[in-house]
């Protein structure tokens, strides 16, 4: 059932978005200095190897990360974000890619907390050898879902809850609004950020309706697009919908979209964007 590895499509396009949102409010998170916990449900193996054959069947991350890392003229805003990638590429080749368990590893602080679960039986040891020096993780293998009850609220009653399921079962675009529904009753305070593929729109378009019905206040959506809308097979764009956003984060991704769009795609396909989806 678990066919999905993550490994075939680390830093693709979908990648830099998701872990640019994440960085940037990780570090808004950072601004204050009670500490917080990062819940992340759905973690993947943590690191990636780019020269490996499931990376380099694809080639995903030349069309991704790869366009971006090295350019000259990187917006500021996307510094922490590109720090945690150079940090395991220390010699200026791209040779892993960060998952978003390590970009929390390199952000966090030392007060922070980490919560990591992952199902799958090859990536999960991965994970954990990953971790294992590391005092504020702790890596479980089992549902993701079943952490938004089991680990919220967090002590701090802090925190950045990042769901990023594969979307494997049609039941995952169910699952995510439930499960964001029993976190946000525990945790109503809490940042919580989901990643959605666009592969059928109208797939996207029930997942926000189910969203806005649940009456949770302040959600953003910020949304990529590399190719216009299809029928056919594949993703053309992804997003991150953020509930409870820190208050500059609208603003950063406005400014960042732009320059990400123009260097993700340089044939100018697709669109991007950031709406207010439900209000404060
Ligand atoms: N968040 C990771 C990142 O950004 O680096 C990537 C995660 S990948 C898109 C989705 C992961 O969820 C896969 O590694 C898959 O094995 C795992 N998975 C699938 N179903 C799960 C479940 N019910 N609970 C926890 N993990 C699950």
Redesign the pocket.
């Known amino acids: 059932m ?1 066919s ?3 490994s075939f499509h ?1 830093g693709n396009h979908a ?1 830099v978005l ?2 640019t949102v994440e960085s940037l409010i990780l570090t808004a998170l950072m601004e204050k200095e009670k500490p917080f916990l990062y819940l ?6 943590g690191r990636y190897l780019l020269s490996g054959e499931h990376a380099e069947r694809t080639g995903e991350y030349l069309e991704g990360i790869g366009r971006i890392w090295q350019q000259p003229d990187v917006p500021e805003l996307l510094k922490p974000y590109l720090s945690a990638v150079r940090n395991l590429n220390p010699h200026g080749t791209l040779k892993y890619y960060p ?3 390590l970009i929390a590893r390199f952000l966090l602080r030392e007060e922070d907390k980490m919560e990591l ?4 039986s090859s ?1 999960y040891p991965l994970l954990r050898t990953e971790f294992s020096k590391d005092a504020r993780a702790r890596v479980a293998r ?4 079943q952490q938004l009850k089991a680990k919220l609220p967090p002590l701090s009653r802090r925190g950045l809850i ?1 769901i ?3 979307y ?1 079962m049609k039941s995952d675009y169910q699952d995510v609004v439930k499960g964001i529904q029993e976190g946000h009753k525990r945790f109503a305070t809490g940042v919580f950020a989901l990643w959605y593929p666009v592969v059928m729109r109208q797939q996207i378009k029930h997942m926000i309706k189910d969203l806005q019905a649940t009456n949770i206040r302040n959600i953003l959506q910020i949304e990529l697009a590399v190719r216009p809308d299809s029928d056919q097979r594949g993703m053309t764009a992804s997003g991150m919908i953020v509930i409870n956003p820190p208050w500059k984060l609208k603003a950063q991704m406005e400014e960042l979209l732009p320059w990400l769009h123009q260097k993700l795609v340089p044939a100018g396909t697709g669109h991007f964007s950031v709406t207010q989806i439900v209000p404060e």
């Open positions: 678990l999905y590895r993550h680390a990648d998701k872990h992340d449900t759905h973690a993947g193996a998952g978003s368990p679960t992952e199902l799958h990536d089992g549902d993701g879902y990042l990023d399921p594969p494997e």
